[in-house]
């Protein structure tokens, strides 16, 4: 992860584009460098495995959210069956977002990352982390950590 900036999203809005995914948390700027193919092949499984209980209108992949003042991506989502778009962006969290960690993020910023999520309204937060042997974590609004 590398912060380049402190901003507003209006700011971000107007950043260049960017090869690799590129996120606003808390007014930092968070570039993410492409991901590999373990991370890609596990986003896909997820991705599948949601769309064939969600439907092609609600489940998504690499799709933004305008999460209170920022940016967020997660690399997997279900976004609620009303999702509000505002300003040609999908507004909230989604209901749930999933996070495929990967080396380039760290703990305190999937952590931080979960906690606007859940702020947001997202309903569970998921994070997998392919390179630990199928671990992973999940939050639920309301509830504490589960492993």
């Known amino acids: 992860m590398s912060t380049t900036s402190v901003m507003t999203f209006a700011e971000f809005e107007k950043l260049p584009d960017f090869e690799g995914k590129r996120e606003l ?5 968070i570039d993410m460098p492409p991901a590999k193919h373990l991370h890609d092949t596990v986003v896909k499984e997820l991705f599948l495995l949601l769309l ?3 439907g092609p209108t609600r489940s998504w992949t690499e799709a933004g959210y305008r999460v209170d003042d920022g940016w967020l991506i997660p690399d997997v989502s279900v976004s609620w069956p009303d999702q509000p778009v505002v300003d040609g962006y999908m507004s909230g969290s989604p209901m749930i ?3 495929v960690a990967s080396p380039a993020n ?3 910023q999937l ?3 979960t906690r606007a999520y859940l702020k947001g309204g997202a309903s569970e937060v998921w994070v997998a982390y392919p390179s630990g042997g199928n671990d992973g974590a999940s939050w639920r609004r309301g509830a504490g950590l589960s492993r």
């Not at 948390?25 to 700027?29: F, K, R, T």
């Open 52 to 54: 064939s209980t969600n």
């Open 106 to 108: 760290t703990a305190p």
């Open 97 to 99: 977002a999933i996070e």
């Open 111 to 113: 952590y931080e990352k």
């Open 25 to 29: 948390l808390h007014g930092e700027v």
